[in-house]
C-alpha cells in the first residue's frame, strides 16, 4: 500500500506541474551522499523528476519488502538484502542512455561523439581486464610510484620471499627512540599510507620525529601458493623486528596494524606475549578486525560454499586474483565505484579523473592460496582470533587477552569493510590501557585524512567495561579535524623517553639494497 499510495500523490503531483502549477513538495528525495541525481535536470524537468522519483519509491518499497520477509536466517535475509540492493542500483535510470538527461544531452551537443568515445572505452576496458565488467576508475597515466605516488625517501634495507622492508629518511635532526613498524594490509600495495606529500601519513609521521619502518609485501604468484598466515607472521611482523634492531640498535618498536595488517598485527602481539618476549611495548590499530562475528556487508560473501568454491579457483592457479577481491570491495559502493564510472566513461565518454586513492584501489595484489583459505575460514567463518587459544601460530596458542600493552584502535564511522563496531570489540578482548576513536568517512579516506586539510571530524572518550559500541559513541566527545595529532600525542609518550641523533637508513648493520619505494610493489 505504501508503494501504491506513493505513485498515486506522484501522479497527481506529475498532472499538475504539467497543467503549470509550481512543483510541490517531492513525495520522496535522494539520500544526502547520493550523487546521481545532481543534474539540475532531475529537479526542473518534471519527466525527469518524475522518473526519478519513481525509481526512488519503487528502489525504497523493494527493499522494505524484501526486508519484511520472515523466516529467513540471518546469514540469508542479509544476502538477500545485498543483491536486491546491486539489483535496484544497477537499474537506476541514470545508468541508461534513454534516461539521463546528462547524456542525452552530451549526445545531441557532441553529434553522438561521447557514445563512440563510450564504445571505445568499454572495448579497452574489456581488454585490459580479460574480459571482466571493469570500468576504469582513475586516470592511470597521471601516476607513476616513485614519481608521483610512494614519494617519501627511503631505502630497501631487507627482503625476503614476502616483503620488502623499507625504512625512511629522517626528517628531523633528532627522532624518537622507538621505531615504527607500520604493516599495511596484504590485499593492497602499501602506499595508500603514502600517496602524494600532502596526504601521506608516513611522510607527516617522520616530519614529526619518528623512525619509521614499513612492510612492502610481495605481490605473490604460483611460487608462493603455499604460504600460510603463520608465514606472513613469521617473514612479516617478526622478521622486521629483528631487521629494525640490527637496523638501528633499538629492540623496542611500536607496531602500526593497518585492516589485514593489524588483523596480523594483533596475532603476532598475542604470539610474542605467550613467549614472554616483551620488545613491543605499545600498538596502534587502522580499522583492523579481530572479532570477526559481526564483519558487516562482507559476510555476504563467505559461506562454506563460497569458499569451496574459491578454494577450486585458487587451486588451478595457486593465487587468487586481485581483480576478483576489487570486484568484491567495489560491489560494497556498488554506485560510487562502479556505476558512476559506467555513466562517465562509457554513457558521457569520458575519461576518468586523476585521483591517487582511486589509483591504488585499482592497484590490486594477488591471495596465496594456502594463506587466504586458512584466511576466510579461520577468522571470518569460525571467528577462531577471538576465542582463547582458538588459533596456534608456530606452535603457540593464540590469546589476544595476553596483549598487556597500552593500545590505540582507530575505526571510521563509514566503513564498509571493517565495521566500526566490531574494530570497538577489541577493546573487550585486549587487555592494557586503551584508548578508541572513531573517525568519520570511511575505510580509507577516514584513515588517510591529514591534519592540514581540515575535514570530517571524529570522536573520543573512555572505555567502560562492558559497555557497548552504541553507548561508548553516545557518550563520546567530537572533535573537528583529524584523528592524526591525537595519536602523536599518545604515541610520544610512548616512544622511548629521550630522543636522539636521526637514524640515516644504511647507516646501521643493514645496508641498503635499492631505493623506496622498492621493486615489490612495482610487481603487476
Known sequence: MKWWDGYLRLWQQGAQRLQGEAPSEPIVEPAPDDRRFRDPAWTENWAFDHLKQSYLLTAACVQSAVGDIQGLEERDAAKLAFY?????????PTNFLATNPAALRETVETKGENLLRGLRNVLDDLERN??????????????????TVATTPGTVVFQNDLMQLIQYAPGTETVYRRPLLIVPPWINKYYVLDLRPKNSFVRWAVSKGYTVFLI????????????????????????ALDAIAEATGERDVAPIGYCLGGTLTAATLAYLAARGDERIKSATFFASLVDFAEPGELGVFIDDAQIESLDAMMAEKGYLDGRHMATTFNMLRANDLIWSFVVNNYLLGREPMPFDLL???????????????YYLRKMYRENLLAQPGGLSLAGVPIDLRRIDIPTYIVATRE???APWQSCFAACGLYGGQRRFVLGASGHIAGIINPPAAGKYGYWTGPIVESQGADAWLAAAERHEGSWWNDWHAWQR??????????????????????????????AA
Open 84 to 92: 536486491s540492493r546491486q539489483f535496484v542500483d544497477a537499474l537506476a
Open 130 to 147: 580479460d574480459g571482466r565488467f571493469a570500468p576504469r576508475m582513475s586516470d592511470e597515466g597521471h601516476f607513476t610510484l616513485g614519481e
Open 216 to 239: 612492502s609485501w610481495v605481490n605473490p604468484d604460483e611460487r608462493l601458493a603455499e604460504k600460510t598466515f603463520e608465514d606472513y607472521m613469521l617473514e612479516g611482523p617478526l622478521a
Open 359 to 373: 589509483f591504488w584501489n585499482s592497484d590490486s595484489t594477488r591471495m596465496p592460496a594456502a594463506m587466504h583459505g
Open 415 to 417: 566503513d564498509h569493510i
Open 493 to 522: 609518550r610512548r616512544a622511548g623517553g629521550n630522543k636522539v641523533p636521526a637514524r640515516v637508513p644504511g647507516a646501521g648493520a643493514l645496508k641498503p639494497i635499492e631505493d623506496a619505494p622498492g621493486s615489490y610493489v612495482l
